[in-house]
């Protein structure tokens, strides 16, 4: 009789969902108190169990709670979704138990402790984030040490890139082939010329001066648009019959891939160069745009050639009983759809490209992660290291995650369309 | 006998010729045109191509070494030092990354609404973070804002955590290399008896409890060598002294340098929402007929995991969890970047610096990784193809 009672039923509906919510109260409030108050109702019992009250409570509670079809909507919802055994309700009670603990201090310091007014570091007075490092380094953050009467440029060019791509989507088809011709060809010469400059009158920058955020996108625009076309013929590369062509492929992809990037960035900092005539300079930024562009083509190669894979036969057959060529057949028939069954994975590509972007620290190039790291070492501002990654790592995220839905969203776009 | 197919097949041949003959002819231009400039631009500097280097004294100190190592041994004991480095964290990061993302692949398909979209957000967050940041931020923010040595946190009086590291006990062993025998023993015993029952089984249809037998044997064994083999454990327990009036250290004990834990973290964290996402597809890849199929021969339901969903499930998962190691495994070389002494920092970094070396130490430290990387591809496709589903 005793048993029968503890075992929840519908019957007694109402006298267990009266019992089991107050249970749970019960566990909310003895947390709550000892959270917010300071207050421990259980300090009698021994620390582990004083500890763990408010869960058991709350388990017993939930437990008296769990009633199979009772009629109640919104009691069957919370049974389903986040009571469906005792060992639920425990995992359940305890991700809501953390999340009130930890939310609102991280809140505190993020927001409504942070500091947001003033120029220096002795404006940071209430013991939150000091939001006042990045707003005075925010320059630096974007655009390194690129004087600040030129930036303009910077800006001019981002913002023609941002209207041809706009303008992209609105054009009509016929002129859309152009417009990313230009895109990818014209304007990349006329935005480097810009920033870079030295000619129509405008002063010459000097590498060694870029950086930060508009650094990051201009090293993982230039390395995606370079290492698409050697990824692509190192693709084809590595399905050619021809076997001195196609091991040259193998080797050369295979080397790229089995060596971390900051091994190659090493290799374009101190190793190149003794390859080079003696007193040969080149740029930096195009040892390790090389670099990149080299390193990743190994791995778009692998993208691509898996969509070459994935192509049905008929498709080659059909192209070669036109009496198509090698190269008509592979640009006109293959390519095509290869390249667009693996749209997904080439932006998963890009993606890891602009996570690697970070690592031209090691030829001293800083773009964001980089400058953070400079600022967070100023005499002025020391102490500031959390602060700085928590921004970066904010502006990194959300491009990345931005980057990563799309790509999904692509992804269930074309295999709905198969 | 035609002649003009005849013409038309060398006319082929010649088409496929041509392009492999100017692609080799380029590679071996490059590689003359690149060795020629090497050579004279080491000639200017007064050194010559050649590994004798590696004998030479080091004369540069290591932070943390898993071997005996100073500044009087050779280069190659320093390159030596580097690798067991990269080793050791790579293990480590494995270890932990396996756990981790197993458990948030798991969690992410758990009915339980708040655990499934906690594992999500685990994975969206720390997967579209760049590793390097992760590592800045565990190393530079989250490890530095841990208290002075004298407030360390004190786990039980036994381990001791602080802004300097994590001191936990030194085990001492006496007859250590017995105990080391006996796991060897128990882990080949536990392999035959496995063998021995999945013939049972599958001829006589007898099941032998494998897992509490092994288990039995992995603990039995090597608790045997205590009883008869004279093995004896202890433990060092770091000590706080006092070495002047401000200056307080732990003596004794293993210290496990900031840079070892923050690497390690980051590393693991990065990978595990890699692993996470692969455990999911894997088991969701598994036909859901299976298990009614198991299900309706009467096995029960640890049976229909074990026997049904897991070998499936992990022919889906291991493939690309390999590459993941693979991957973290590459990724530690950015040690280099909070001076965790790695192959990168100590042999790429320092040893290049000193000897100016650079084509030989990069080479060598290239050719590391790659052998590395090439050992796990030859074993992962011996083992796909182990693996494959064979079909008649």
Known sequence: ?418 | MNFKNFKLDLSNKNKDLIPQVLTVLFIVLVIIYFTINAQNNMGNRGISFGFGFLSQESSFDITFSLIDYDGSHSYAKAFLVGLLNTILVSVIGIFFATILGVTVGISRLSQNYLISKAAEWYVEIFRNIPLILQIFFWYFAALRALPLTVDSINFYDISFLNVKGWYVPRLIWTNFSLFVYSLIAAILLIFFVSKYAKKQRDELGKQIPVFYISLGILFGLPFLTFLLGGVTLSFQIPELTQLSKTIYVYQGGVTIIPELISLALALSMYTATFIAENVRAGILGVNKGQKEAAASIGLTKGQILKLVVMPQALRIIIPPTTNQYLNLTKNSSLAAAIAYPDIVLVFAGTALMQTGRAIEIISITMLTYLSLSLSISVFMNWYNKKMAIKEK
Request: hydrophobic content about 55%; aromatic content about 16%.
């Open chain 1, 1 to 418: 009789m005793k048993f029968k009672l503890a075992k929840p039923n519908k019957e007694n509906l109402n006298t267990f969902v009266t019992l089991g919510s107050v249970l749970i109260l019960v566990g909310f409030f003895d947390f709550l108190a000892n959270t917010f108050l300071d207050l421990n109702f259980t300090g009698f019992l021994p620390g582990g169990l004083s500890f763990l009250t408010p869960i058991i409570i709350g388990v017993m509670g939930l437990h008296f709670i769990r009633i199979e079809f009772s009629g109640n909507r919104l009691l069957d919802k919370i049974n389903t979704n986040f009571n469906s055994s005792n060992f639920n309700a425990f995992l359940s009670l305890l991700v809501i138990f953390a999340l009130i603990k930890y939310i609102p201090p991280i809140l505190n310091w993020f927001i409504f402790d942070a500091d947001f007014a003033g120029n220096t570091k002795q404006d940071c007075t209430s013991g939150g984030a000091c939001w006042v490092f990045v707003k005075v380094w925010l320059n630096r953050f974007v655009y390194g040490m690129y004087p600040d009467t030129e930036q303009w440029r910077i800006n001019t060019a981002f913002f023609m890139l941002f209207a041809l791509v706009g303008a992209s989507f609105f054009v009509p088809a016929k002129l859309k082939k152009y417009l990313l011709i230009f895109l990818l060809f014209v304007y990349p010469i006329i935005g480097l010329k810009l920033i870079s400059g030295g000619d129509f009158g405008l002063e010459y920058i000097e590498t060694g001066a870029w950086g930060g955020l508009s650094l990051t996108f201009i090293v993982s625009a230039f390395a995606l648009i370079l290492c698409f076309p050697v990824g692509m013929f190192l693709a084809l590369g590595r399905r050619s019959n021809l076997p001195a062509i196609r091991y040259t492929s193998i080797g050369f992809i295979e080397l790229w891939r089995g060596v971390p990037l900051i091994t190659v960035l090493f290799m374009s900092a101190v190793m190149f160069p003794m390859f080079l005539p003696d007193g040969t300079y080149v740029d930096k930024l195009i040892r390790v745009l090389v670099a990149i562009t080299l390193f990743e083509a190994a791995y778009m190669a692998e993208v691509i050639r898996g969509g070459l894979q994935a192509l049905p036969k008929g498709q080659y057959e059909a192209a070669k009983s036109l009496g198509m060529g090698y190269w008509r057949m592979h640009f006109l028939i293959v390519l095509p759809q290869a390249l667009k069954l693996v749209i997904p994975g080439i932006a998963n590509t890009f993606l890891a490209l602009v996570k690697d972007t970070p690592l031209i620290f090691v030829v001293g190039l800083l773009e964001l992660a980089g400058m953070v790291n400079l600022a967070k070492t100023n005499p002025e501002w020391l102490g500031m290291a959390m602060e700085g990654y928590v921004f970066a790592g904010l502006v990194f995220w959300v491009i990345c995650y931005a980057m990563s839905r799309y790509s999904q969203n692509l992804e269930k776009k074309l295999s709905t369309e198969r």
